[in-house]
């Protein structure tokens, strides 16, 4: 029997807070003028951080026109969501490369945003409305994974190993050694965070969009189509074949059939081709 959120903090104990960055980037609401200023004011207090909006607001994904050169110029070109979202993410690198294990960190973190940029060109071409939430989810969707790096070092970096040498099912080696998954951890992890109900959503049941709440269910599938496509590539912890039943599952919710989603996949490809230095930069 699976744990419920509570039960699996209780379990963990302090979880990691939400790196401050982030923290103020949520609170910018999205819907007055001052909003884009006080964003801007929160990214020049962090030079890297500049440079990643730049880069991603001149990558291929925003379709570029001309050279973007300025922060004003940026959030106007990614549009106010997704450059919050770019700040929150930014800020969670941080949290990703904490801990002792920095090579499996690395992998975690590529895996995130390699999903995030093909659960995105996916999304894009189906025309879903919400593309900045499924970017987000994206990079979260794991969370749980570097959350369990942090607190249980010793048990679960050897874990993720076996996952990842032997190609395992990672989720049921997780509930067998913890009594919990990275899903469920991540999951009490975003909504201690506070954030979208949409990306607690996919945190969740990526790995099962079917279970996700009827109104979260594209976005969910549309990041476990993106988790695929980065497992295929072997950009991330584990095996393509223990993803079958998400990758199923999200098909079904998105009225893919095998044809549409081989052609979607392509297009991820294609996709993170043109970005592809924004994976190997971020
Ligand atoms: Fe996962
Ligand atoms: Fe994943």
Do not use: C
């Not at 770019?86 to 800020?91: G, H, P, Q, Y």
């Not at 996919?202 to 996700?212: E, F, N, S």
């Not at 044809?259 to 592809?276: F, K, S, T, W």
């Amino acid at each position: 029997m699976s744990m419920t959120p509570q039960e699996v903090i209780q379990n963990l104990g302090d979880l990691p807070p939400l790196p401050q960055v982030a923290t103020r980037a949520i609170r910018i609401s999205a819907d007055s003028d001052s909003s884009s200023k006080q964003l801007q004011n929160l990214i020049r207090t962090d030079q890297a951080l500049s440079g990643q909006l730049l880069r991603i607001a001149n990558s291929a994904m925003f379709g570029r026109m001309r050279e973007v050169a300025t922060l004003t110029e940026a959030i106007l070109t990614l549009g106010f969501s997704t450059a919050r979202s770019v700040v929150i993410a930014s800020s969670l690198k941080n949290l990703y490369s904490r801990g002792p294990a920095s090579q499996k960190e690395r992998i975690l973190w590529e895996h995130a945003l390699t999903t995030a940029i093909t659960g995105t060109a996916i999304s894009k071409a189906l025309r879903f409305p919400v593309t900045e939430e499924v970017f987000l989810a994206g990079l979260m969707h794991d969370i749980g994974k570097s959350a369990m790096v942090l607190k249980f070092p010793e048990s679960y970096v050897p874990l993720l190993r076996r996952i990842h040498d032997q190609g395992e099912d990672g989720l049921a080696l997780e509930v067998d050694a913890f009594g919990f998954d990275h899903a469920m951890v991540g999951e009490a992890l975003v909504r201690s965070w506070n954030l979208a109900e949409g990306i607690e959503a996919a945190v969740r049941w990526h790995h099962d969009p079917l279970q996700a709440p009827p109104t979260r269910r594209r976005s969910v599938a549309l990041v476990a189509l993106g988790n695929q496509v980065a497992i295929d590539l072997q950009i991330g912890i584990g095996s393509p074949d223990a993803l079958a039943g998400a990758t199923r599952g999200a098909m079904e919710i998105l009225g893919l059939d095998e044809g549409a989603y081989q052609e979607h996949r392509v297009g991820a490809l294609e996709a993170l081709e043109r970005d592809r230095t924004l994976v190997s930069d971020f």
